[in-house]
């Protein structure tokens, strides 16, 4: 551990340095154009799906097969993946991936006092064990048979401010910046959605922590806004950063827009399929983020955040 800590300092301190647009590269490359984005045949949604078939109720079986089918992310958590064993994990998440050529979605959820504005989904790593668990993420995709996509920390920079964390949580996920853009790991950093912190504010800190080192931010994450709103937030955050960007937009639940709940509402329904865009923006991708049907917490008549769902899965396919 001494040596992957001393590893990152190295790192932080090359931070600061002005770096361009990449060039064709790892973060040059939209691998959503390039191919089908990974199902997970061990997803919560396909478990649901064979207990019920199990349990002869062959209806929801095909209901909940049917949202299994659809690719969505695969978050990776420290307790549930911890140092030490969450390389192999996506190793082999990659080289299942690669065998079917498609690629994961792989989504980092461990920083410190996660979620520390909701609660709900509270946690994360100690400060000092954060960076030698995405250190650990980034050395396995950086030598993997195939490529991934990430996603970056759900939330972290949105509710910066708000829990009083803003200089900590830059610091933080700078380096994990900086870890996953020199592995050659292609990611998008969260940048929260556009009902939410001001645009200017939310581009500062993505400007912060080092966006163009890789290949762009994600919004929408886990949340309910309409396409039409988040790419408009998405072009301004664009506008006000110095270099051009990429973006990917969660789509899962906004089939009926917002409403001023956000966990677990019970009007919410899929959105429309995730797939790749090419409309001459730097919209790379339409995702399913947060694979539907997880909860986000107890609320709402939900189980804890991230187990699955049944009745509100339903909810959604409705």
């Known amino acids: ?65 049917e949202l299994a089918s659809v690719p969505s992310g695969i978050w990776l958590t420290p307790e549930q993946h911890p140092i030490g064993a969450v390389g192999a994990y996506v190793t082999g998440l990659v080289s299942s991936a690669d065998e079917r050529d498609e690629v994961p979605l792989l989504v980092l959820y461990g920083v410190p006092e996660r979620d520390c504005a909701g609660l709900l989904s509270a946690g994360g790593l100690p400060p000092e064990d954060y960076p030698v668990w995405v250190g650990e993420v980034a050395a396995a995709l950086g030598t993997a048979v195939g490529p991934a996509v990430v996603v970056l920390e759900p939330d972290a920079l949105a509710t910066a401010e708000e829990c009083g964390r803003r200089d900590e949580r830059v610091d933080q996920l700078g380096a994990a910046v900086d870890l996953l853009a020199d592995a050659g790991v292609t990611t998008y950093v969260d940048a929260g959605h556009s009902d939410w912190i001001p645009a200017r504010a939310m581009a500062r800190m993505l400007e912060e922590v080092g966006v163009a080192r890789v290949r762009g931010f994600a919004t929408n994450v886990a949340n309910y806004q309409r396409d039409a709103d988040e790419q408009a937030y998405a072009r301004t955050l664009d506008e006000l950063l110095p270099a051009a960007q990429h973006w990917v937009v969660d789509r899962g639940r906004n089939g009926n827009g917002a409403t001023d709940e956000w966990c677990n509402p019970p009007e919410s329904t899929l959105g429309q399929r995730p797939g790749f865009v090419d409309d001459g923006s730097g919209l790379d991708a339409y995702l399913w983020v947060k694979p539907p049907g997880e909860s986000d917490g107890t609320c709402g008549g939900g189980p804890p955040a991230g187990e699955f769902w049944a009745e509100g899965a339903l909810r959604l396919l409705r």
């Open 1 to 65: 551990m001494a040596l992957a800590l001393l590893a990152v300092t190295a790192v932080l301190v090359v931070r600061g340095l002005e770096v361009g647009p990449f060039a064709p590269g790892p973060q040059g490359r939209n691998h959503f154009a390039d191919r089908a984005t990974y199902v997970d045949p061990d997803s919560k949604a396909r478990a649901a799906a064979t207990r019920a078939r199990a349990d002869g109720d062959l209806e929801l079986a095909d209901r909940l097969d």
